[in-house]
């Protein structure tokens, strides 16, 4: 009898054999999820480019509609706004594919370029849906008002933040130079609209789909190697965050 109560006790273990397993499992639970959220995936880049081609599309549609190569009609008028909403689809695709590797100054300049192609959209609607059913003396009264000032700054608005994201997506490297400057090259006589006579505007308008449906194209073709990248990078930061745990 005393020889039992002798016998030392065991300890008890705080952690059961079932939380046991199912840590290894959490972390990786973890590392799925942080993977995934960092990495959008093959398929949001090509939606992303065929948003591109789209846009490039319309604004060829814009660009022969002002050069009276095609009807101006309620089809086209309305089709004119929907070139930069399929262009912000785009810009979110370089900006994910290319644009973050720029650190903050990358996310600060797609922030610019977005809210410059939101506010160039109402710009648009109210050049082909607006001004096209008034007569010119009431487009001018209204230019000389605060919408004129609206449309002022959004059109500089646009001009500025083309300009950061370029830069931004060829500091981030990756993306052929040539369809960036085509792409800045571009933008200039459309955010300059009012002071560029309507040959320069619509030139402008045939070289920005030129750059963004090289853009959508470069963007299609390399969805797989970014793709790749990413994950590759995602993978290394996770072995960093666990190389601490493991000391």
């Keep these: 009898m005393l020889a039992r109560n002798a016998e030392p006790r065991r300890p008890h273990s705080f952690t059961s054999p ?31 480019a065929v948003a591109g081609v789209g846009s490039a599309l319309i604004l060829l549609v814009n660009a022969a509609k002002r050069s009276s190569l095609i009807p101006t009609t309620d089809l086209t008028q309305l089709l004119a706004p929907l070139a930069e909403i399929l262009a912000l689809g785009l810009v979110i695709g370089l900006f994910l594919a290319f644009g973050r590797r720029a650190g903050l100054f990358g996310t600060i300049a797609f922030v610019i370029n977005f809210v410059a192609l939101a506010s160039l959209e109402g710009v648009e609607v109210v050049i082909n849906l607006v001004f096209s059913k008034l007569p010119l003396t009431t487009i001018i009264d209204l ?103 493991a000391r």
């Design 18 to 48: 079932r939380g046991a397993a199912e840590e290894p499992q959490h972390k990786e639970n973890f590392r799925t999820v942080l993977s995934n959220a960092a990495v959008p995936g093959v398929t949001l880049y090509r939606l992303a």
């Design 143 to 245: 230019r000389a008002g605060p919408l004129g000032l609206v449309l002022v700054i959004s059109s500089l608005l646009f001009l500025i933040g083309t300009l950061v994201f370029v830069i931004s997506l060829a500091v981030g490297r990756g993306v052929s130079r040539i369809p960036l400057a085509l792409y800045f090259i571009g933008a200039v006589p459309i955010a300059l609209r009012a002071f560029v006579p309507e040959w320069a505007l619509d030139l402008g308008l045939v070289v920005l789909a030129i750059a963004i449906a090289w853009l959508a194209g470069w963007l299609w073709v390399r969805a797989s190697a970014i793709d790749e990248f990413w994950r590759e990078r995602v993978t290394t930061q996770l072995l960093r965050i666990d190389a601490p745990i």
